[in-house]
Each structure stands twice: as C-alpha cells, then as structure tokens.
C-alpha cells in the first residue's frame, strides 16, 4: 500500500541545537500531519497543513515548532530550539483529502528524537 | 504483513444501539491506543490501554495483552459518535488498524 517515509529513523542532539524531521508523504496527497508521542504516553496531535499553509494546530506545537513543503519536495517539521521535552517519536502522516471525506490517514513510522 | 486487525470495517447503527469494535494484533505489544479520528483528520485520543479494562463516559475499552486483542464498547450511540475509530498497537513503534467506519443515524 501508500507508503509514508520518514528520515532520519533516529536522531539524537544536543539541547539548543536545530533539527529538521523530514517526511516524504505518499504522492498525490495534500495534506499534511505531524503527529508527537512521547515515550509511554499517548500520541498527540501538532499539526495539519495544506496548500503551503499550516490549517491547524494543537498547544504542543511550540513557537519553537515550523513546517513547510517547499517546492512538493520533504515535509519537515523544523524545531529551533530543542529543548529536553522535544525528546519523542514524532510521526507524520498525509492523506489525499481532508481527513473526514476519505477517512484514510497514512502514517509514516515515526522519526525518534532524543535531545540530551 | 498487517499488524493490527480492525473490525469490522463499517458498522451502521441506530441511535441509541451499542457498538462493539474489535482489534486483534499479529505482533506482541507494549500497549495500544484507540483513536477517534475528527473530520478535519487529527486524533482524538480515546484510551491508552496497556491491559484491562478502562471506562470514559459511555466508552468502555477492554485488553487482553495475552489474547492479543482489544475492544472499545460504545454504549447508547449518538448521532456525533460517527466517524471513523483507529486502534493502534504499540510496540515501540505505532501500528495502525484500518479504522471503522461508524454512523449512527438519528
């Protein structure tokens, strides 16, 4: 089936530093998802996008906290600065229209972020 | 192959009528999560359930870790219950079912 793939599998940084998840979302889709999960807990909704703008987004997603897709290429989730909280799986997901009409998300694996 | 097997795939309902969804997995896992999945596509977190039983309302989530399965009891369905319900097993990386369809008609 559609195949969301997200790089790096596994990132560790240092706190303060900048790091950029990226997700290459199945093609056609056009919309955009960032999901949060920390270790042990439930997972999170951040936020969707759509047409080079961000639609929605939770509390979770930090002034620290961008997304763009610049060009159809990665969808990155950008955070500067990390902090020790930003240490989770961070998962993206497209779909090819708005949720509730296909009702048929794809979600990538996740990306591992581990801020020391 | 498919890790999480959801069912059924739809259900159609009366208001007032109970539904039963089911999740059964493939793999062992750490936990699982049911997910109530809004119209405009993000999560709503229903339950994170490692194993028993919990109770939210007029959701009921039942696991059975040893038995590899999962349940999420809807009682006295509503008309805004519809939507589709994802479960997701946990196993350090989230696996997803297929989602149920449900719509409970007025």
């Known amino acids: 089936g559609p195949k969301v793939l997200q790089i790096p599998s596994h990132q560790i940084i240092d706190m303060g530093q900048m790091v950029t998840l990226n997700c290459d979302p199945v093609?056609?889709?056009?919309?955009f998802y960032w999901y949060k999960q920390i270790l042990g807990q439930q997972m999170e909704f951040l936020v969707n996008?759509?047409?080079?703008?961000?639609?929605?987004k939770s509390k979770l997603f930090k002034d620290q906290f961008s997304v763009e897709r610049p060009d159809g290429s990665y969808f990155t989730l950008k955070i500067q600065p990390t902090a020790l909280e930003d240490s989770a799986v961070y998962f993206c997901?497209?779909?090819?229209?708005?949720?509730?009409?296909?009702?048929?998300?794809?979600f990538g694996e996740g990306s591992k972020l581990t801020v020391l | 192959g498919q890790q999480v097997q959801q069912s059924p795939a739809s259900l159609v309902l009366q208001e007032g009528e109970n539904a039963e969804l089911q999740c059964n997995f493939s793999?062992?896992?750490?936990?699982m999560q049911w997910f109530y999945q809004r119209p405009g596509g993000s999560l709503v977190s229903l339950f994170y359930?490692?194993?028993g039983t919990k109770h939210s309302g007029r959701l009921t989530s039942t696991t059975v870790i040893k038995e590899r399965r999962s349940s999420l009891h809807i009682s006295s369905s509503q008309t805004t219950d519809s939507g589709t319900y994802l479960c997701?097993?946990?196993?350090?990386?989230?696996?997803f079912g297929d989602g149920t369809q449900l719509v409970v008609k007025p």
């Open positions: 997901a497209s779909s090819p229209d708005w949720g509730g009409n296909t009702g048929q998300l794809y």
């Open positions: 093609s056609n889709h056009l919309y």
């Open positions: 996008f759509y047409n080079g703008k961000v639609m929605e």
């Open positions: 793999t062992s896992l750490n936990s």
């Open positions: 359930n490692p194993s």
């Open positions: 997701a097993l946990d196993n350090n990386r989230i696996f």
